[in-house]
C-alpha cells in the first residue's frame, strides 16, 4: 500500500524515543493521510497497535519484507462524504452477505475482492448455500445480500437465489451485463417481491464508468438496466466514486431518472484487493456486516479475503459464525470512527 509519508524508524521503539516522531508526522499530515512506519524490530507490532487505535489513528496494513516489518496507518478519520444519508447502527446478524464464487466477467481496477475473468472460482455451492438459508431464517436474518464476482456466470444462480429468498428477502449484486439467454430464463422463475437486483452503474456517461469497468461496459449495463426492468424487478443502481464530484453528478443523473432514494446506493472505492487509490479501511472503521464466503465468515464485504478482516474460517452453524462476529465486536470495543457512511455497500 502506498503511502503519503514514510518514517524509517530503524530500531526505534516507544521506549526509545518512538513517540515524539509519530507525533510530529501526525502534526504534518492532514485527515486521512497515510503513514508508513518501517521498522527493523517486528516486536513493535502490538504496542504500535494499541497505541494507533487509543489515539484514533487506525492500523490499516501490516507487511513484512526482508526482516523489515512495514506498517501503514491512517491520519484519524476520513470525512464523510456530502449528502449520504446517517444510518442507524445496524445489529450483527441482521444482515447476511454471501460471496458466491469470486469470478467475474469483468476486471474493475477497483475490485475490492481482485474478482476477474481469470480468478479462480471459490464456490460457496448450492447445498452450503441452502443450509446457511435454512439457519439464517431460524436466526431471523432480515436481509440476504448475493455478491460474485459476478454472480450470474453461476448455472444454479437461479435456485441460490430461491433459496435465499425463501430466507428473507434478497439482494444480488450484479454488473447487470449477464441477462441473456439462460440467465434471463433463470431470472423469470424468480419472485419479484422478494428479490432486488442492485446493478453497479458508476456514472452518467459511458467514460468514467467503462474508465474502470472496461470499453464498452457502461452501455451494456445500461442494456441490463433495462432487461431487468421489462422483466418487473426493482432495480437498485450503485456507483463506486472516487470523490465528492462524482458522487454529486451521478446523484444528478439519479434525480433525473427519478430513482427512489432507497433505490441509490454511492460508495468510495475502498484501498482494498485491485484498488490503487481510495480510502484506507481497517476493521475499526467498518460497522460489522456478516459476511460468508467459500474461506469463511468475515467482518464486512468489503475486503472479504483480507486476513485482518477474517472472523472464522468455520461457517457452520451459523448461530456459531454470527457468535464469533458478536465477539469480535465486543473485542473492539467503542468505534469511534465508522465509515459505514462511505462504505454502505448496499
Ligand atoms: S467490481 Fe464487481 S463487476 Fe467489477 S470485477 Fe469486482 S465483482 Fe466484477
Redesign the pocket.
Known amino acids: 500500500m502506498r503511502a503519503d509519508v514514510e518514517l524509517d524508524i530503524g530500531r526505534k521503539t516507544f521506549a526509545s524515543g518512538l513517540l515524539p516522531e509519530l507525533i510530529a508526522v501526525l502534526r504534518r499530515s492532514r485527515p486521512g493521510d497515510l503513514i508508513g512506519v518501517v521498522s527493523d524490530e517486528q516486536s513493535l507490532g502490538p504496542e504500535l497497535e494499541t497505541w494507533c487505535r487509543f489515539t484514533g489513528n487506525p492500523l490499516v496494513e501490516t507487511t513484512s519484507e526482508n526482516r523489515r516489518a512495514r506498517w501503514v496507518f491512517r491520519c484519524g478519520a476520513v470525512a464523510e462524504p456530502a449528502g449520504v444519508p446517517a444510518e442507524d447502527d445496524r445489529p450483527v446478524g441482521s444482515r447476511l452477505w454471501l460471496y458466491t464464487n469470486f469470478d ?5 481496477d ?7 475473468p481469470t480468478a479462480p472460482r471459490r464456490e460457496l455451492g448450492l447445498a452450503r448455500i441452502q443450509r446457511i438459508a435454512r439457519e439464517a431464517a431460524e436466526l431471523r436474518v432480515k436481509e440476504i445480500f448475493v ?4 454472480p450470474f456466470l453461476l448455472k444454479d444462480i437461479g435456485e441460490i437465489l430461491l433459496a435465499c429468498a425463501a430466507a428473507a428477502p434478497t439482494t444480488v ?1 450484479t ?1 447487470g451485463m449477464l441477462f441473456t439467454g439462460r440467465r434471463a430464463e433463470s431470472l423469470r422463475g424468480l419472485p419479484r417481491d422478494r428479490i432486488v437486483l442492485q446493478i ?1 452503474l458508476d456514472s452518467a456517461t459511458p467514460e468514467l464508468h467503462d474508465l474502470h ?1 472496461g470499453p464498452g461496459t457502461w452501455a451494456r449495463t445500461r442494456e441490463g438496466i433495462q432487461r431487468a426492468r421489462a422483466l418487473r424487478f426493482r432495480v437498485r443502481l450503485a456507483a ?1 466514486v472516487s470523490t465528492d464530484a462524482e458522487a454529486d453528478a451521478f446523484r444528478q443523473f439519479l434525480d433525473e431518472e427519478t430513482i427512489a432514494a432507497e433505490d441509490r446506493v454511492i460508495r468510495r472505492i475502498a484501498l482494498r ?2 484498488a490503487a487509490e481510495g480510502v484506507a479501511v481497517s476493521r475499526v472503521d467498518l460497522v460489522p456486516e456478516v459476511t460468508i464466503t467459500a474461506d469463511g465468515v468475515y467482518w464486512h464485504p468489503v475486503g472479504a479475503e483480507d486476513a485482518d478482516l477474517l472472523v472464522t474460517r468455520e461457517i457452520f452453524p451459523l448461530s456459531g459464525s454470527f457468535a464469533a462476529v458478536r465477539r469480535a465486536v465486543e473485542r473492539e470495543g467503542e468505534h469511534a470512527h465508522k465509515l459505514a457512511r462511505i462504505f454502505n455497500c448496499a
Not at 467475474?104 to 474493475?108: A, D, R, S, V, Y
Not at 455478491?147 to 459476478?150: K, L, P, R, Y
Open positions: 467475474c466477467n469483468l476486471h474493475c477497483y475490485c475490492c475482492v481482485r474478482s476477474s455478491t460474485g464476482g459476478e449484486l454488473n453497479s469497468r463506486t484487493g485491485s
